[in-house]
């Protein structure tokens, strides 16, 4: 079947504006990881989601971010007051379990902020 | 505080020689440590995990806990082997730990 798909692949935002992306993870997997990955770093852990709860979210910069996955599946991470410094390339993971277990990486949805 | 170090932005090897590329990791427990690899205008995926003890396209890693390392390495570097590798640690299973990546070319 098809793997972790995102969307938008690009997001272009004016300052200030609110932002809203996809994650459609591997059907069946339990977990589903948000990073965030800045020019020139490796992927930074934003927040984990174990079914349809949220278990930790320690990695979420501000309160300017929001996740969900309602539903268990399809999860949304949403940047209200988007900021220069929120560009980065988002992406998102899923495994069917949780330690140890191999996650599943979507292509990321490349956000710029001007 | 960086949990994941990865000292090389930028390695180049020429085919058929050896590579190393080198992984030093903050933590007193018992992590899981993973390579995973990006080819260009692929996605991320993984490459291997210390618990699996596996050879992945030749490639291998040993845990050392007293130097709290996880050095990739393959005797005989291929051209396919061009690609950004990044290291990561768990500890908790649910937050994983990136290094900033190193970036591996094999020269022809």
């Known amino acids: 079947g098809a793997g972790v798909s995102q969307s938008p692949r690009y997001k272009v935002a004016k300052r200030g504006q609110d932002v809203a992306l996809r994650c459609d993870p591997i059907?069946?997997?339990?977990?589903l990881f948000w990073y965030q990955q800045a020019l020139g770093q490796g992927p930074e852990f934003l927040t984990y989601?174990?079914?349809?709860?949220?278990?930790?979210k320690s990695g979420l910069p501000s309160d300017r971010f929001f996740a969900e996955r309602p539903e268990g599946s399809v999860s949304t991470l949403k940047i209200q007051r988007t900021q220069q410094e929120d560009s980065a390339v988002y992406l998102c993971?899923?495994?069917?379990?949780?330690?140890?277990?191999?996650?599943?990486f979507g292509p990321g949805t490349r956000l710029t902020v001007l | 505080a960086q949990r994941v170090t990865q000292p090389e932005k930028l390695l180049s090897v020429f085919k058929g020689a050896p590579v190393e590329l080198k992984c030093n990791y903050s933590y007193s427990g018992s992590p899981e440590l993973f390579w995973y690899v990006q080819y260009s205008r692929q996605r991320l995926q993984l490459l291997l995990r210390h618990i699996s003890r596996e050879s992945i396209k030749g490639f291998t890693a040993d845990l050392n806990k007293g130097e709290t390392s996880f050095h990739l390495k393959k005797p005989f570097a291929q051209e396919e082997d061009s690609a950004m590798y990044y290291c990561a640690l768990s500890f908790t299973g649910n937050q994983f730990y990136f290094g900033t990546g190193t970036s591996l070319t094999v020269i022809p």
């Open positions: 059907s069946g997997h339990v977990s």
């Open positions: 993971a899923s495994s069917l379990a949780s330690w140890g277990n191999e996650q599943f």
């Open positions: 989601f174990q079914n349809e709860a949220q278990l930790d």
